[in-house]
């Protein structure tokens, strides 16, 4: 009897054990089910209780992709001594570019350089606020006096240009957006703001930044360069070392534009094989003249040198009339 009392207790016991471990592993699966809960809701409790919530970053219409980074709370808080204006976002200190004026050596020279740079803060930044098209100037006059670039105003903006992979140093100058005709508000700005930096107004905010892209983008030089300020819808880049250094922005300005808009394309040609069988046609005298000419007219000038005809001698007169 004792023995079976016995056995009952431990059985108890046992039983109790074991529902207390269901209760425990019953009681984890809650906790874990709420603690994500509990997790996500507080910051959310704390947003709404912070009125962040209206953060733009988090409106429709109102952000771009990547926007929270820079709508982030001091993320870009601006750099001191940076110019105070709501286009710019400074994110370095910077060393404003030495003042120099850019007069050209004769008026035809100071005409193709303001032509130039018009064009070039035009179609880069027509539709941006001044200080984003006063960046752009600045960056084509920073590169002017740097010994890694052209040495005129005009070669700057159209280096590259007769390239026909859309790979040119200012994308405008090759990719046919010159080709769009210019409103004549918008070309009487830019052509304001070129004037005034080539006669010395140095626009500080971006320092000795030689490069720049759209925020939409994210070249592979990015990464090598030091970001100084983000101005409108463009960020804005230093070079590092030499080429980025004050020392290397102190050249004087020649003065001569000899370029007043973009190069030719330059296309790659191959020469058409001659089948050895075919007999090229005899080209004329170089003094005798054309055919249905007397000789007395003034004949044209010369035009470019172009490959002999490889017509087959039966049809060599095709399409000549019948005497």
Known sequence: MRRARIFKEKSDLADRSTAVRHGAI?????????????????????????????????????????SAFFFAQGA???VPGALRSEHVLGLDRVQAAPAMAF?????????????????????????????????VAQIVLNRVRNPAWPKSVCGVVYQGSERTDDRCQFTFSCDGSMARMASTE????????????????????????????????????????????????????????????????????????TQSGPSRP???????????????????????????????????APGPALPQSDIRPEYRDSGRPLI
Not at 39 to 55: N, R, V
Not at 114 to 134: H, V
Not at 266 to 285: E, F
Not at 288 to 294: D, F, I, V
Request: proline letters at 11%.
């Open 266 to 300: 330059i296309w790659s040609t191959k020469p058409v094989p001659l089948d050895p069988g075919m007999a090229l046609a005899a080209p004329l005298p170089q003094n005798a003249p054309a055919p249905g000419r007397t000789g007395t007219e003034a004949l044209p």
């Open 26 to 66: 019953v009681a984890a699966a809650l906790v874990a089910l709420a603690v994500p809960r509990l997790i996500t809701a507080a910051p959310l409790d704390l947003l709404a209780a912070s009125g962040t919530q209206d953060d733009p970053a988090e409106k429709p219409g109102e952000n771009w992709p990547g």
């Open 103 to 135: 007069r050209g050596l004769t008026p035809l020279d100071s005409y193709r350089a303001l032509n130039c740079l018009t064009s070039a803060i035009y179609y880069e930044a027509g539709s941006e606020p001044e200080d984003g098209q006063r960046a």
């Open 186 to 257: 918008g070309w009487g700005r830019a052509r304001r703001i070129a004037s005034q930096a080539l006669a010395g107004l140095v626009y500080r905010p971006v320092g000795l930044a030689t490069h720049y892209h759209t925020l939409a983008v994210r070249p592979g030089w990015a990464a090598t360069m030091r970001p100084v300020a983000v101005i409108g819808a463009h960020i804005f880049y230093r070079a590092l070392g030499f080429d980025g250094a004050a020392s290397a922005f102190r050249l004087p300005y020649p003065g001569r534009e």
């Open 76 to 78: 870009f808080d601006p």
